[in-house]
């Protein structure tokens, strides 16, 4: 079971030079998997840390960019959208946990955020916009469709900042993954800047699942994503 939770990079939107961040993204799982009287570890673990590039934009956010590792756990990466949905290619070939983490974590990077204005700034609009954006996350994150996500027990906080919102977050999210039920009790923050596109988060909890034959599993996971100049 591949669970990621994933916090986001900031872009800069201004016009200029073509903006160049460094990006650190974190995530791991520590689970136990269970059956009758048998258990055995599923750990994942990975920290990554690059350069990335914003090589095309499309109107005020980034339809392209390239990520390219300052530490050897990242490989080069290109990401574009094409007719709405992203495309990431690898320079070699990554694991299949990295090549799904880094599919649904950067994918993210180049197509529109249709929550980020009702999230940029705390009114009655914000909390039903960020149970949607954690809805679509955790189905981005899990490979999960948006429709079987279950986003409940959501408590709220939003913050005005100079320049959008922080908004933290503790919720309970269900999401089925093919024989197993998936309940994470999850908290963090999101940071919502009115000056770019991308919300960064960082958000960590439990995990408890329960699937056929008396399987069960159990443990923690972190992950998060964010960007500076």
Do not use: Y
Not at 56 to 85: Q, W, Y
Request: glycine share 8%; net charge neutral.
């Amino acid at each position: 079971m591949t669970l990621l939770t994933l916090a986001l990079l900031t872009l800069a939107a201004a016009p200029g030079p073509v903006p160049v961040w460094k990006l650190t993204l974190h995530h791991e799982e520590r689970l136990t998997w269970r059956k009758r009287e048998q258990s055995t570890r599923d750990d994942n673990h990975f920290d990554g840390v690059a350069r990335l590039t914003v090589t095309s934009m499309k109107g005020a956010r980034a339809d392209a960019v390239t990520v390219e590792g300052i530490t050897k756990s990242l490989p080069r990466i290109t990401v574009r959208e094409d007719a709405g949905a992203p495309v990431v290619v690898f320079e070699g070939d990554p694991n299949i946990f990295i090549g799904k983490l880094l599919r649904r974590a950067l994918g993210r990077l180049v197509v529109e955020d249709l929550e980020r204005e009702a999230m940029s700034s705390c009114t009655p609009d914000t909390r039903e916009a960020t149970h949607r954006w954690l809805q679509l996350g955790v189905a981005r994150i899990t490979g999960a469709e948006p429709t079987e996500v279950r986003i409940e027990d959501l408590e709220l906080s939003c913050k005005a900042t100079k320049t959008g919102t922080r908004i933290d977050v503790q919720f309970t999210g269900q999401v089925p993954q093919a024989t197993i039920a998936v309940t994470m009790k999850v908290k963090g923050n999101l940071v919502v800047d009115k000056n770019v596109w991308f919300t960064q988060w960082k958000l960590e909890g439990p995990v408890h699942a329960l699937g056929e034959g008396d399987v069960e599993v159990k443990g923690t996971f972190a992950s998060s994503l964010t960007a500076a100049r």
